[in-house]
Nanobody, 125 residues
Framework: QVHLVESGGGLVQAGGSLRLSCAASGRTFSTYTMGWFRQAPGKEREFVAAINPRGAFAGYADSVKGRFTISRDNTKTTVYLQMNSLKPEDTAIYYC??????????????????WGQGTQVTVSS
């Protein structure tokens, strides 16, 4: 079992930056892919970024590629999402999740669980 807590959201102007953090409890952090997803009002939760257990490989949604960077620190059991050049369409609640299968890497929302409570990101134009 793992407990995830997101932080770092807020209100920012278009073009600004935010850094989200997701702190995980429990010992089984370093052997799981971690992912960031987001959900805007009236829309389904969508993939943003994922990083494999050792942090050697990461994948991104096309909409954030080149602007967002996912990273992790396994010694701190924390995963981060650095968001630059933010746009109003990035406004959403951002959630981190842990992959449900140890050592696997996928980007499908259905493969992730143990969701945190989310952190609101609002980008004004």
């Amino acid at each position: 079992q793992v407990h995830l807590v997101e932080s770092g959201g807020g209100l920012v102007q278009a073009g600004g930056s935010l850094r989200l953090s997701c702190a995980a409890s429990g010992r089984t952090f370093s052997t799981y892919t971690m992912g960031w997803f987001r959900q805007a009002p009236g829309k389904e939760r969508e993939f943003v970024a994922a990083i494999n257990p050792r942090g050697a490989f990461a994948g991104y949604a096309d909409s954030v590629k080149g602007r967002f960077t996912i990273s992790r620190d396994n010694t701190k059991t924390t995963v981060y999402l650095q968001m630059n050049s933010l746009k109003p369409e990035d406004t959403a609640i951002y959630y981190c999740g842990r992959h449900q299968r140890e050592l696997y890497y996928t980007r499908d929302r259905s493969d992730f669980g143990s969701w945190g409570q989310g952190t609101q990101v609002t980008v004004s134009s």
